[in-house]
């Protein structure tokens, strides 16, 4: 699969248009279009701008990786994991961060969740 094709599938899994991935990976839709379609490809600042929009690494959108794996942090596994995530977040010493954060755009509350997953699964590896 190449890498227009990439982009494109993980674009809709999204579901963005050519547009709204444009503007925020910023450029215009017509470069968008011709990386889906294999006119051109995008250069190294693209390419990272496109792994965070995506959330994909750069290895999968180059082709170097089969499976995709989300950009950035490892996969929650268990129950009791998400328990601790929750319990975290209501302490009251966060009260003003989760406050932020329930007004935040789906797209960073999404992330950081993510990364309080993460950073949950290293401190357990320490």
Known sequence: ?????????????????????????????QVVSNWERGYTSPGTEDIARLTKV??????YLLGRESQVREHGYD???TREEENEIVELLNDPE??????EL????????????????????KGKKS
Do not use: C
Request: overall charge positive.
């Open 94 to 99: 966060f009260r003003i961060w989760r406050e």
């Open 1 to 29: 699969m190449s890498i227009g094709h990439r982009i494109r599938e993980y674009r809709k899994r999204r579901k963005l248009t050519q547009k709204e991935l444009a503007t925020k990976v910023n450029v215009s839709s």
């Open 54 to 59: 995506l959330e994909v690494t750069a290895d």
């Open 75 to 77: 996969n929650f596994t």
């Open 102 to 121: 329930k007004n935040s755009p789906e797209e960073n509350r999404h992330e950081a969740l993510r990364f309080l997953k993460w950073l949950n699964t």
